[in-house]
C-alpha cells in the first residue's frame, strides 16, 4: 500500500456527481453535501454546530470517514477555537462509532494540508478517520490497484450510525 492510495479519498467523479445532483451550482463537494437535507443519501454520520462528518464516497476501506468543519474554510490555521473542539470531537465519537461497529486492529487519524500532500478537497479542511487490520493491504490491491470492499456504503452508514456516541 502507498500512502496516494491511502489517502486518495475524493475523486473527480464523484465530485461531478455530486454537483450534478443538485439544483443549484456548486463549487465544493463538501459543502454540497452539507447543504443536503437526507442525511442517508449525503452519508452524513453527525453533526454538531461547527463540525459534521461524512463518509468518504471512495473510501480506502470500509469505515473511511472525515470530519470537517461547516464552515468553508481550507487552511488548518484558520480554524477557530469552536470548530476546532467540535472537530475533535467528532474525531473522538468517529473513534467510538469505528471501534462500536468494526473492532478494527487500528485507526488512523490524519490530514492532508494541500493537494501536494494529497488532499483531494484542499479547499475545504478535514480530518480522516479509518479502520485499519493487521496485513490489510490485500492481495488485489497489491497486484492491481484495486480494492475490493465487503459492503455498500448505505450499509457502513447504517453501521457507524448505531455505533455513534449519542454526544
Ligand atoms: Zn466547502
Not at 46 to 74: C, E, F, K, Q
Not at 127 to 146: C, Q
Given at each position: ?99 462500536a461497529a468494526y473492532a478494527p486492529e487500528g485507526i488512523n487519524v490524519g490530514v492532508n ?55
Amino acid at each position: 500500500m502507498n500512502f496516494e492510495q491511502l489517502w486518495a479519498g475524493w475523486r473527480s467523479s464523484y465530485i461531478a456527481n455530486a454537483i450534478h445532483a443538485l439544483d443549484h451550482e456548486v463549487e465544493c463537494v463538501f459543502c454540497a453535501l452539507l447543504d443536503l437535507d437526507d442525511e442517508r443519501e449525503a452519508h452524513v454520520l453527525w453533526r454538531a454546530d461547527h463540525a459534521a462528518a461524512i463518509l468518504n464516497a471512495y473510501p480506502y476501506t470500509s469505515g473511511h470517514l472525515m470530519i470537517m468543519p461547516l464552515r468553508h474554510v481550507g487552511e488548518m490555521e484558520e480554524i477557530n477555537p469552536e470548530e476546532g473542539f467540535d472537530l475533535m470531537r467528532g474525531a473522538t465519537n468517529a473513534v467510538r462509532a469505528l471501534k462500536a461497529a468494526y473492532a478494527p486492529e487500528g485507526i488512523n487519524v490524519g490530514v492532508n494540508i494541500g493537494s501536494a500532500a494529497g488532499a483531494g478537497i484542499p479547499g475545504h479542511f478535514h480530518i480522516h478517520v479509518l479502520p485499519r487490520w493487521r496485513g490489510d493491504t490485500n492481495f488485489m490491491t497489491s497486484i492491481a490497484g484495486i480494492r475490493v470492499m465487503p459492503e455498500s456504503l448505505d450499509e457502513t452508514w447504517k453501521r457507524l450510525k448505531e455505533g455513534w456516541p449519542d454526544t
